[in-house]
């Protein structure tokens, strides 16, 4: 295989559902007409059907690279090792608990309803099952991805690089064959999310106490956490979480279920996420089965504006007095992800030349219109986890278009020569381990040569 089509495909399975093992079928592809029940290699007890490679498939050319049946075959040995992984992983006695993959199942669930745009009755039409139907099949695959996870991670481990072999790695590849990056840009931020007024968070309490009373008064507690609750899993699972054990939630949470009697409904009572009331289920031992309904108190205009001005006042600061961008964003930034860069973005590789190709698409406009050297005033927006926010974007660089050296590109370079010895290690490994399993390929995938 081609050392550029290699590299296309390993960076598609770092970046993609399949290569973090979160992968789900799209019940868009199985009305396209995908043949989702056919099996076309089993390993063991497991299975890989032709649906979950068409969905591989499909997202490796969504990332604009070109058909091809290497691509392809490779995507279906991954497929298959990982299939492999789970198989030895019960012979190792490799386990996941029950607690992480029932957590990520809820999350996981909650994702697929948010990000569908769906109602539950809408999802139930489209997969053609009830949502008690897909939870139980989703939590399967989630569990065979831990594992699978849980595997990959034993036997990558201690797996480190050498500057030496980057430059190898580098220098072995075809002049003809080095990527092609196109104008690459250095930006930073400071983050200020606006704090909520005690009178925001009053508003939310009131309506949290008017829900409880209302149960108290017989009205269902699942119906109005559907109806009410901005927790998005509460759509299909009325609030209710299942059992969990001491350290699965927050302190704050936590603390409630074990204050409460069985049917009790708590006060309001805060937490990271916003404001609860909870009701316990249940309770056995150190494990509770709990529901719950979620209002996050959302700022106001006068809170964005208070956020507003404080970054202004920075931003003020840095010009005139001379402050450096990245200690002052040590040491104010909201956002944990960029603070500890001095506020710079990174892409997958960790490099803080991020091409414009890839950059948040909001970040890329509000820098079109920038000087380099220059801090834009503060910019309302969205955090990725929904919250009000106010930003200043440090345009400090950009890079022209340029073939791939080490000088510009040694932490792409670097991620790419790491991947490829784990991904040599993992290889090494399923030559030997595939002599422990029963593993059966359909004929039509002969091409692929996966077990030769």
Known sequence: MKMQQKGRILRFLRGSLLGSLLFFISPVLAQ?????????????NYIVLKSELEVAYQGYLAE????????????????????????????????????????????????????????????ERAYGKTLEQIKVELRE???????AREMTSRITKGISITPA?????????????????????EVGQIVRVAKVSEEQEQKAIAKLIDLRERVLKGENFTELAMKNSEDPSAQYNGGELGYVGRGAMVPQFEAQAFKLK?????????????????????????????????ISATPSADDIKRAENF?????????????????????????????GTGGFFTDADGSMKISLRDIDPVVYINIDTMQVGN????LTYRTDDGKDAVRILYYKKKLPPHEANLKDDWNRIQSAALAEKKDNALEKWFTKA??????????AYNVCKILE
């Open 32 to 44: 396209e007409g995908f043949v989702v029940d056919k099996i076309i290699a089993k390993v063991d």
């Open 64 to 123: 604009g690279n070109p058909a091809s049946e290497e691509a392809k075959c490779e995507l279906f040995n991954r497929l298959i090792l990982n299939k492999l992984m789970v198989a030895k992983a019960e012979i190792d006695s490799v386990i996941v608990t029950d607690i992480e993959v029932d957590g990520t199942t809820e999350q996981r669930m909650g994702m697929i309803l948010q990000n569908s745009g769906n109602s539950p009755e809408q999802l």
């Open 141 to 147: 695959q989630i569990r065979e991805q831990l594992l």
């Open 165 to 185: 072999e980057i430059k190898r790695f580098y220098n072995k590849i075809p002049k003809d064959s080095l990527p092609f990056f196109s104008s690459d840009v």
């Open 262 to 294: 069985i049917g009790e409904v708590s006060q309001p009572f805060k937490s990271p996420f916003g404001f609860h009331i909870m009701q316990l289920i249940d309770r056995r031992g150190n494990e509770y089965n709990s529901r719950h309904i979620l």
């Open 311 to 339: 970054l202004d006042s920075l931003r003020g600061k840095i010009i005139t007095e001379k402050l450096k961008f990245e200690q002052v964003a040590k040491e104010y930034s909201d956002d944990d992800v960029t603070k």
């Open 375 to 378: 801090i834009s005033s503060p």
């Open 434 to 443: 595939r002599k422990d399993v029963f593993i059966n390929i359909d004929p």
